[in-house]
């Protein structure tokens, strides 16, 4: 497996775009929201290398190596010796759609040799939840399953992902990876602590939460920003919930607020009657939830390997400035022959311990492609 | 020297390239920007922290707040319901620490004390427990055993309410243990006032008394009255006996001799109320001496026969083998009870026949003494008694209606004495009667046997001789088998069993006990109860007919009240030889004796 990784700033590509001798390219695109209206990079990549297939998305911020760029494209472009690759994409017509849109794409990349799927979903008009339920239905346990929701900076407005070389809104892409030749390996943390009490979910529906403990939610939100309410809903990442019940815990974040409806939506299901609680996050966190992802791999690899970071967005906004620190952690881990790239998101998905992949919040999701 | 600085400001550094060739206006003031940005992003952090941290502080001091306050409601709603329970109890309760301070007093246990006791030490002084004996004990000593975990229960107290009011209390003592622990909290002393109880228990006695004494003077007035009505009627009766042994003219001599029956009535009547009021005030004395039963039976049936004989009626008297001779028991009281059934006999029967029929019964468990039965039957062949009426035939004063009162005359009483009689001579009176067919009022009386006994059981033996003799018939050296579970029918069956000549009986109460008595010892044919416990008839019947040896073909003879149809089919099909529905007649078991061992005969000689 061969790595190229380049970023696209002021009109150019820097490393320049190499000569690759194969008609097997797959390329991994990361882009600042802006990009739907100049899809230029992406025709660059599809003029130089005519059989290159592109899966990616936009972002609040594009990871680079051990850096956070903005208003830039990043690109991987992998080859591999023995692996083989299909990308497939799928419109979404409602949030609605995102089981079926996902069982869907899953039935058409699966096949005998499937090791890994990697998905690009919209990062707004999605259900995250139900998507990955919906790619969980159709593959087995052994593919791994990860990936990301395409973000809108801070606005939570217009998300896209790449579809051939063209940005567009309300689609899932999606990318399987076949041969044994290839090692995939997951990680997912997050780094942030419940605090306060344990309130309970009293109104909700599907992702929409409505009242907790009896009171709108918006409300409490409020009270607890301050005067940093006036960034809602960005700000609200600042606080996201922990929703647990007999199982398991999940981390949720919030996507849109409606002043009218003192409601909120969240990138996932807040079921009625669930126990939630609000949840905090320092620097030292963060940082140290970004290191816990990139371990349990081995950086020692035989060909050239591609580390695929979506981190938070609601991490990047605590972050501020020093989020190049969560990626320096986990560009750090890699090997010398290791490529990292990736984006904040609105969503991350992956496996976390016994459980199957389901949509996550407030994490840095790592997934690191390598051959034998 | 740019490796000393805060990363922060490395990386700022790094991404303005302000130290990288030639410092520029645009590089300072992106520089600048960016570390007014991080300013500006350290104070918002600093702000989101400490609101965060206040504000959850704050939420949770109020759900402590609001959970204090909950739970000190929710213990203080239980603790009245609690407390509402201790006042509405009559019981007084008081708690004790160890210590000896009073913790709690109901307001029953305050109401009883009348003072309030202040310390332990003083209601220990006041209350005063008595042993079951009635001996003092030592409360403080009980306290102690009570606070070691023992449960005193319901001792007799005397409470000294104050110095000169004390009240019977029944108090119980016990550990307070709560729970999760074994070691005692303290005391609960529970008691509640006997004074009313025991006024109540006094009043009753003497109520009792009363009664008694008030039942005594009825019965010493009836006797007495009795007594005095009876001495100027024997005068009466007595100058009548004079005046009609005078010279009389025929009208004059017809006059007299009604005015004569009419006072022997009377006198029969008083006789009776007599009897019946000294039984009734316990004054009957028994006498026992000598006596022969057949004598008596005898006696009776020829006084009665010429008034029998003017109806139309035999009296025989008839005798089971084995009948002792002679024992000792109230010949007189036997002889009363005889005449007045024999006489009912009589006075209820328009035609047909009387027979008396007597007979030994010795009991399945021999008494120390010795003592038996002696069973009378008498049988008529009269109206017959409906079922339902029997039980009031011995209501003093009843008859069976008021037109047999008027045919059959007499005071009511005679059953009554009768039934009474009997059971003060240690037996039971009973009644089989038939609507139309006649009925059997048979008693038996426990007896002591005489010193002769052993010459009585020789003189025994050889009237059965004779008896065999006379009756012509073998089959009365048989032994049987009787398995029957109710006492009465045991009776019964031995009874005509016995009058029928044999005299070779072994009951069993079960059928259990039948299979293990047939297994032990040869019997010729058993008679077999079908509903038994244990084990009934037809399982019995099986598995004495699947048993290996001679005892698999020994005749057996159902004996079953359900006289169903379908019955004897089924009773034949468990191996049963015969079937006599029940009640037992004289006739059919008679009849179906003899068929069996013919049949038994005939098998045994083909």
Same mark, same amino acid.
């Given at each position: 497996?061969?790595?190229?990784?380049?970023?696209?700033?002021?009109?150019?590509?820097?490393?320049?775009?190499?000569?690759?001798?194969?008609?097997?390219?797959?390329?991994?695109?990361?882009?600042?929201?802006?990009?739907?209206?100049?899809?230029?990079?992406?025709?660059?990549?599809?003029?130089?290398?005519?059989?290159?297939?592109?899966?990616?998305?936009?972002?609040?911020?594009?990871?680079?190596?051990?850096?956070?760029?903005?208003?830039?494209?990043?690109?991987?472009?992998? /080859?591999?010796?023995?692996?083989?690759?299909?990308?497939?994409?799928?419109?979404?017509?409602?949030?609605?759609?995102?089981?079926?849109?996902?069982?869907?794409?899953?039935?058409?990349?699966?096949?005998?040799?499937? +090791?890994?799927?990697?998905?690009?979903?919209?990062?707004?008009?999605?259900?995250?939840?139900?998507?990955?339920?919906?790619?969980?239905? @159709?593959?087995?346990?052994?593919?791994?399953?990860?990936?990301?929701?395409?973000?809108?900076?801070?606005?939570?407005?217009?998300?896209?992902?790449?579809?051939?070389?063209?940005?567009?809104?309300?689609?899932?892409?999606?990318?399987?990876?076949?041969?044994?030749?290839?090692?995939?390996?997951?990680?997912?943390?997050?780094?942030?602590?419940?605090?306060?009490?344990?309130?309970?979910?009293?109104?909700?529906?599907?992702?929409?939460?409505?009242?907790?403990?009896?009171?709108?939610?918006?409300?409490?939100?409020?009270?607890?920003?301050?005067?940093?309410?006036?960034?809602?809903?960005?700000?609200?990442?600042?606080?996201?919930?922990?929703?647990?019940?007999?199982?398991?815990? #999940?981390?949720?974040?919030?996507?849109?607020?409606?002043?009218?409806?003192?409601?909120?939506?969240?990138?996932?299901?807040?079921? +009625?009657?669930?126990?939630?609680?609000?949840?905090?996050?320092?620097?030292?966190?963060?940082?140290?939830?970004?290191?816990? %992802?990139?371990?349990?791999?081995?950086?020692?690899? %035989?060909?050239?390997?591609?580390? #695929?970071?979506?981190?938070?967005?609601?991490?990047?906004?605590?972050?501020?400035?020093?989020?190049?620190?969560?990626?320096?952690?986990?560009?750090?881990?890699?090997?010398?022959?290791?490529?990292?790239?990736?984006?904040?998101?609105?969503?991350?998905?992956?496996?976390?311990?016994?459980?199957?992949?389901?949509?996550?919040?407030?994490?840095?999701?790592?997934?690191?492609? $390598?051959?034998? | 020297?740019?490796?000393?600085?805060?990363?922060?400001?490395?990386?700022?550094?790094?991404?303005?390239?302000?130290?990288?060739?030639?410092?520029?206006?645009? @590089?300072?003031? %992106?520089?600048?920007?960016?570390?007014?940005?991080?300013?500006?992003? %350290?104070?918002? $952090?600093?702000?989101?922290?400490?609101?965060?941290?206040?504000?959850?502080?704050?939420?949770?001091?109020?759900?402590?707040?609001?959970?204090?306050?909950?739970?000190?409601?929710?213990?203080?709603?239980?603790?009245?319901?609690?407390?509402?329970?201790?006042?509405?109890?009559?019981?007084?309760?008081?708690?004790?620490?160890?210590?000896?301070?009073?913790?709690?007093?109901?307001?029953?246990? @305050?109401?009883?004390?009348?003072?309030?006791?202040?310390?332990?030490?003083?209601?220990?002084?006041?209350?005063?427990?008595?042993?079951?004996?009635?001996? *003092?004990?030592?409360?403080?000593?009980?306290?102690?055993?009570?606070?070691?975990?023992?449960?005193?229960?319901?001792?007799? =107290?005397?409470?000294?309410?104050?110095?000169?009011?004390?009240?019977?209390?029944?108090?119980?003592?016990?550990?307070?243990?709560?729970?999760?622990?074994?070691?005692?909290?303290?005391?609960?002393? $529970?008691?509640?006032?006997?004074?009313?109880?025991?006024?109540?228990?006094?009043?009753?006695?003497?109520?009792?008394?009363?009664?008694?004494?008030?039942?005594?003077?009825?019965?010493?007035?009836?006797?007495?009255?009795?007594?005095?009505?009876?001495?100027?009627?024997?005068?009466?009766?007595?100058?009548?006996?004079?005046?009609?042994?005078?010279?009389?003219?025929?009208?004059?001599? @017809?006059?007299?001799?009604?005015?004569?029956?009419?006072?022997?009535?009377?006198?029969?009547?008083?006789?009776?109320?007599?009897?019946?009021? *000294?039984?009734?005030?316990?004054?009957?004395?028994?006498? /026992?001496?000598?006596?022969?039963?057949?004598?008596?039976?005898?006696?009776?049936?020829?006084?009665?026969?010429?008034?029998?004989?003017?109806?139309?009626?035999?009296?025989?008297?008839?005798?089971?083998?084995?009948?002792?001779?002679?024992?000792?028991?109230?010949?007189?009281?036997?002889?009363?009870?005889?005449?007045?059934?024999?006489?009912?006999?009589?006075?209820?029967?328009?035609?047909?026949?009387?027979?008396?029929?007597?007979?030994?019964?010795?009991?399945?468990?021999?008494?120390?003494?010795?003592?038996?039965?002696?069973?009378?039957?008498?049988?008529?062949?009269?109206?017959?008694?409906?079922?339902?009426?029997?039980?009031?035939?011995?209501?003093?004063?009843? +008859?069976?209606?008021?037109?047999?009162?008027?045919?059959?005359?007499?005071?009511?009483?005679?059953?009554?004495?009768?039934?009474?009689?009997?059971?003060?001579?240690?037996?039971?009176?009973?009644?089989?009667?038939?609507?139309?067919?006649?009925?059997?009022?048979?008693?038996?009386?426990?007896?002591?046997?005489?010193?002769?006994?052993?010459?009585?059981?020789?003189?025994?033996?050889?009237?059965?001789?004779?008896?065999?003799?006379?009756?012509?018939?073998?089959?009365?050296?048989?032994?049987?088998?009787?398995?029957?579970?109710?006492?009465?029918?045991?009776?019964?069956?031995?009874?005509?069993?016995?009058?029928?000549?044999?005299?070779?009986?072994?009951? =069993?109460?079960?059928?259990?006990?039948?299979?293990?008595?047939?297994?032990?010892?040869?019997?010729?044919?058993? #008679?077999?109860?079908?509903?038994?416990?244990?084990?009934?008839?037809?399982?019995? /019947?099986?598995?004495?007919?699947?048993?290996?040896?001679?005892?698999?073909?020994?005749?057996?003879?159902?004996?079953?009240?359900?006289?169903?149809?379908?019955?004897?089919?089924?009773?034949?099909?468990?191996?049963?030889?015969?079937?006599?529905?029940?009640?037992?007649?004289?006739?059919?078991?008679?009849?179906?004796?003899?068929?069996?061992?013919?049949?038994?005969?005939?098998?045994?000689?083909?």
């Amino acid at each position: 497996m061969q790595v190229f990784s380049s970023s696209y700033t002021n009109d150019r590509w820097e490393p320049p775009l190499p000569t690759i001798d194969s008609d097997a390219i797959l390329g991994f695109v990361f882009a600042d929201p802006a990009y739907f209206d100049d899809p230029t990079p992406f025709e660059t990549l599809t003029t130089t290398y005519s059989t290159i297939k592109l899966i990616g998305c936009s972002g609040a911020g594009e990871i680079f190596k051990d850096q956070v760029q903005e208003e830039s494209v990043v690109v991987a472009l992998v /080859t591999f010796d023995n692996a083989r690759f299909a990308v497939i994409h799928e419109q979404l017509e409602s949030p609605e759609d995102s089981y079926h849109v996902g069982s869907s794409i899953a039935s058409q990349l699966l096949a005998d040799d499937l +090791q890994a799927v990697w998905i690009a979903s919209d990062g707004l008009g999605v259900n995250g939840t139900a998507l990955a339920a919906g790619f969980n239905e @159709k593959l087995p346990p052994s593919v791994s399953l990860s990936g990301g929701l395409a973000g809108d900076g801070d606005r939570f407005d217009r998300s896209w992902v790449v579809i051939d070389d063209k940005p567009r809104t309300s689609f899932v892409s999606a990318v399987g990876l076949y041969g044994d030749s290839l090692q995939v390996t997951c990680g997912s943390e997050g780094g942030w602590q419940p605090f306060g009490p344990v309130r309970e979910v009293t109104k909700s529906d599907n992702n929409i939460l409505y009242e907790i403990d009896g009171k709108p939610a918006l409300e409490l939100y409020k009270r607890y920003l301050g005067e940093r309410a006036e960034g809602l809903p960005a700000t609200a990442l600042l606080f996201p919930l922990q929703i647990s019940d007999d199982e398991r815990s #999940l981390v949720r974040t919030i996507l849109a607020v409606d002043e009218e409806q003192q409601s909120m939506t969240f990138a996932g299901d807040i079921p +009625q009657g669930a126990q939630v609680q609000l949840m905090r996050s320092t620097l030292d966190t963060l940082i140290k939830g970004a290191e816990d %992802a990139a371990t349990n791999w081995n950086s020692q690899t %035989a060909t050239d390997a591609l580390c #695929l970071a979506v981190s938070c967005v609601g991490r990047r906004l605590v972050l501020g400035q020093d989020c190049d620190e969560e990626v320096e952690a986990t560009y750090a881990s890699l090997g010398d022959n290791s490529h990292q790239i990736g984006f904040y998101s609105y969503g991350e998905l992956a496996p976390t311990g016994f459980q199957p992949c389901d949509l996550h919040n407030q994490t840095m999701t790592l997934t690191l492609l $390598t051959e034998r | 020297m740019s490796d000393k600085l805060h990363s922060t400001l490395q990386r700022q550094l790094r991404r303005t390239a302000l130290l990288d060739d030639e410092l520029t206006q645009e @590089k300072f003031d %992106a520089f600048l920007q960016r570390i007014s940005a991080s300013y500006k992003e %350290a104070e918002e $952090t600093r702000y989101t922290l400490q609101r965060s941290m206040e504000l959850s502080s704050e939420e949770m001091r109020d759900l402590y707040n609001d959970l204090k306050q909950t739970s000190a409601k929710l213990v203080e709603a239980e603790q009245s319901k609690l407390h509402a329970v201790m006042e509405s109890l009559d019981h007084g309760v008081c708690t004790v620490s160890p210590k000896g301070e009073i913790l709690f007093l109901n307001s029953a246990a @305050k109401r009883l004390f009348g003072t309030s006791p202040t310390h332990y030490q003083d209601m220990l002084r006041r209350f005063v427990p008595v042993s079951a004996q009635g001996k *003092k004990l030592d409360p403080l000593a009980l306290a102690k055993k009570a606070l070691r975990g023992e449960h005193l229960l319901d001792y007799s =107290a005397t409470l000294q309410r104050s110095s000169n009011d004390r009240i019977k209390v029944l108090a119980s003592l016990s550990p307070l243990l709560c729970k999760g622990s074994d070691r005692a909290e303290g005391l609960v002393l $529970t008691f509640h006032d006997r004074t009313q109880h025991n006024q109540m228990m006094r009043n009753l006695s003497v109520a009792l008394e009363a009664a008694n004494q008030a039942a005594q003077a009825k019965g010493n007035f009836l006797a007495t009255m009795s007594h005095e009505i009876r001495t100027p009627l024997n005068g009466v009766i007595g100058m009548l006996d004079l005046l009609l042994a005078s010279s009389l003219t025929q009208e004059q001599n @017809k006059f007299a001799s009604i005015a004569k029956s009419s006072g022997e009535s009377l006198l029969r009547i008083i006789n009776d109320i007599l009897d019946y009021s *000294k039984l009734e005030a316990g004054k009957v004395q028994l006498e /026992t001496a000598e006596m022969d039963p057949l004598a008596i039976a005898n006696d009776v049936a020829s006084v009665l026969r010429p008034k029998a004989q003017a109806s139309g009626l035999p009296v025989d008297v008839t005798v089971a083998p084995g009948l002792a001779s002679s024992c000792k028991a109230d010949a007189g009281r036997i002889r009363q009870v005889l005449f007045n059934l024999v006489g009912n006999a009589i006075k209820f029967t328009d035609q047909g026949s009387i027979s008396i029929h007597v007979a030994s019964l010795y009991p399945v468990t021999r008494s120390r003494n010795g003592s038996f039965f002696l069973r009378f039957e008498i049988c008529d062949t009269g109206a017959g008694i409906p079922t339902e009426k029997i039980p009031s035939l011995f209501t003093p004063f009843m +008859q069976l209606d008021a037109s047999t009162t008027r045919t059959h005359g007499g005071t009511g009483l005679g059953l009554s004495i009768s039934g009474a009689l009997v059971r003060q001579m240690g037996g039971e009176m009973e009644i089989l009667s038939e609507v139309g067919h006649g009925s059997t009022f048979s008693f038996s009386v426990e007896v002591q046997p005489n010193d002769l006994v052993v010459q009585e059981r020789r003189r025994q033996g050889e009237r059965r001789e004779k008896l065999l003799e006379e009756s012509n018939d073998e089959n009365f050296s048989l032994a049987l088998l009787v398995a029957e579970d109710n006492h009465t029918n045991q009776i019964v069956i031995d009874a005509m069993l016995r009058r029928l000549g044999y005299s070779d009986i072994t009951i =069993a109460e079960d059928g259990k006990k039948a299979v293990a008595l047939a297994s032990e010892r040869q019997f010729d044919v058993i #008679l077999m109860d079908c509903m038994m416990p244990e084990l009934d008839g037809f399982e019995a /019947t099986k598995t004495i007919r699947s048993s290996a040896g001679q005892v698999a073909s020994i005749p057996i003879v159902a004996l079953t009240a359900n006289a169903m149809e379908g019955d004897r089919e089924k009773c034949l099909a468990a191996g049963m030889n015969d079937y006599i529905a029940k009640p037992v007649s004289l006739d059919s078991l008679r009849q179906t004796l003899q068929r069996v061992f013919q049949q038994t005969i005939l098998a045994s000689t083909k």
